[in-house]
């Protein structure tokens, strides 16, 4: 992966930088003020099968709650099941950890400390992206040559230098026009160039790939497909996370973020999941691991039984849970800082 030198700016940003093979591993890195106390799921437990809205199952919006999960009344007990799964999967882990899980098919969403800001790494770079598309759609003109080259190496190889290309391209009132027509209203984005340290929350992420994955007014038809598209061809050594037990024959669209500082590790994965009757969404963002692999570790527990109670759940066949994707480990090389390099003074 080609990198350009990490520049570090006094007042914002100390970064210590140790090359590894074709990567780069940033030692020491800023780091916001803004931080909530560490994860817990105990009072969204404390909310079990209570109703929301009007509180009437017979109203055709009626939703039920079951822990940090809610549903329609007819998926109650999937709700339910994966409440106590997630926090199952969760607990006794020693990273902060936040959730966010959405189901198209069945109306059954799971939230734990989803509104607690994290920094983004890589996973900015699907923002980035689809602010880029939404622009092209007002301008009215398709990629150029140049900016789909850019986005393909930004997503599949998620290309550090081809974010900052195309950060600065889009520009940050660009970028925060996109997350205004979004709601997108808890993501922060990073400033003097620093795209890695961009402040998202599980909630907004599963928002963008909810735009994603649905007809809405923000993204067209086209603009989807082509993110989607290159989002289901992310490299083999970046599938990691999310996407751990997913079923064989579901389309897996996903974008990892990985980042290392004077705490420890930032990691971070999206996922959509489509297919016939299929379309669920995942994100887990964590902060504070001892190492990446930590991280990745935590995020698959949590995919693990979101795939296999969402599958189950809506009477998927046996036959298809049978062939779930292997997960597999990252690789030296894609360990890199989600950092650009800052433009040159003049």
């Known amino acids: 992966m080609r990198m350009r030198a990490l520049v570090a700016t006094a007042a914002v940003l100390a970064v210590g930088v140790m090359t590894a093979g074709a990567g780069v591993t940033a030692a020491s890195v800023f780091r916001p003020a803004h931080r909530a106390g560490r994860s817990t799921t105990a009072a969204g437990a404390r909310g079990s099968q209570t109703t929301e809205g009007d509180g009437s199952l017979a109203a055709q919006d009626a939703r039920v709650r079951a822990g940090i999960c809610t549903s329609p009344p007819t998926y109650r007990e999937l709700a339910a099941r ?13 990273d902060d950890h936040a959730v966010a899980v959405y189901d198209a098919v069945t109306g059954v969403s799971c939230y734990a400390d989803s509104d607690r800001h994290f920094s983004s790494a890589s996973i900015v770079k699907a923002i980035i992206l689809a602010a880029l598309l939404r622009w092209h759609q007002e301008t009215g003109t398709p990629l150029s040559s140049w900016e789909n080259g850019e986005a393909t190496l930004m997503i599949t190889q998620s290309d550090n230098d081809a974010a900052t290309d195309l950060w600065n391209e889009v520009g940050l009132s660009r970028l925060q026009h996109f997350l205004d027509l979004a709601k997108m209203d808890q993501t ?43 989002m289901a061809r992310v490299i083999s050594s970046q599938r990691w996370g999310t996407p751990a037990g997913a079923p064989s024959d579901v389309t897996v669209h996903v974008k990892n973020g990985w980042l290392p500082d004077g705490s420890g590790w930032h990691v971070n994965s999206i996922g959509a999941f489509t297919g016939k009757d ?6 887990v963002l964590t902060d504070d691991n001892a190492s990446e692999q930590e991280g990745i570790d935590t995020i698959e527990a949590v995919a693990q039984v979101v795939h296999r109670d969402l599958n189950q759940g809506r009477l998927i066949p046996k ?12 690789t030296a090389w894609a360990v890199v800082p989600a950092l650009p390099t800052p433009a040159a003074a003049p």
């Open 319 to 330: 036959a298809r849970l049978a062939a779930s994707v292997a997960s597999p480990a990252p």
């Open 82 to 94: 994966l409440s106590a799964d997630i926090q199952g999967a969760l607990r006794g882990r020693a």
């Open 278 to 283: 299929t379309n669920y969404l995942i994100a």
């Open 188 to 230: 922060q984005l990073g400033q003097d160039g620093y795209w890695g340290l961009t402040q998202v929350t599980a909630h907004d992420e599963v928002r963008l790939l909810e735009l994603l994955t649905r007809p809405n007014s923000v993204l067209t038809a086209a603009s989807r497909a082509y993110q989607l598209g290159l």
